[in-house]
């Protein structure tokens, strides 16, 4: 059975990053009532050799605009990984919501057996779309949603699960 590579692409990356965007304002919020320089979550790491918080938010927008841009063909918007306040966040994660929506089902469907070369630390891989979509990408990027929540969740931010998983998209 063939799997709608749209629906099961885009739509999943607004929902989540749309609710990692809404926790970052709870995270100012926590900050401002706790009288907590916020740049203390931008930098908060769970374990010393894991990406801080920023990169977590930097890593998840990266693999959501990455494969949907290799799915669609298309470019994808130069994202330098800069950000150091919250409202620079905001923006990235805003910027890349945005590039997802301007994406149409019929440039991502049939993408399911497009061969997709990547390079990484590990060097060059082959991928079919699919391959990459739900073996690759997806894991990353729920890996790094995750990880964020968790790191403000361990600050003292007061989210909860359906903060992260955020509201689904109206079909």
């Known amino acids: 059975m063939k799997i709608s590579m749209y629906q099961v692409s885009i739509p999943v990356f607004v929902q989540f990053l749309t609710a990692l965007s809404a926790n970052l304002d709870k995270a100012a919020a926590h900050a401002e009532a706790k009288k907590i320089d916020p740049s203390v979550f931008l930098n908060m790491r769970l374990y010393p050799d894991m990406y801080p918080f920023v990169r977590q938010v930097q890593e998840a927008t990266k693999h959501a605009a990455r494969v949907s841009g290799l799915l669609a063909g298309v470019a994808v918007p130069d994202m330098p990984?800069?950000?150091?306040?919250?409202?620079?966040?905001?923006?990235?994660?805003?910027?890349?919501?945005?590039?997802?929506?301007?994406?149409?089902?019929?440039?991502?469907?049939?993408?399911?057996?497009?061969?997709?070369?990547?390079?990484?630390?590990?060097?060059e891989r082959t991928f079919t779309g699919q391959s990459l979509l739900l073996h690759h990408s997806l894991p990353n990027f729920y890996f790094h949603c995750t990880t964020a929540y968790d790191i403000l969740r361990h600050c003292g931010v007061e989210v909860g699960k359906r903060d992260f998983m955020g509201t689904p998209p109206k079909p």
Not at 81 to 108: C, G, H
């Open 81 to 123: 990984n800069t950000e150091s306040s919250i409202p620079e966040l905001k923006a990235r994660i805003a910027k890349t919501v945005d590039f997802l929506k301007s994406l149409k089902p019929a440039q991502i469907e049939g993408s399911d057996d497009k061969e997709i070369k990547i390079t990484g630390s590990s060097g």
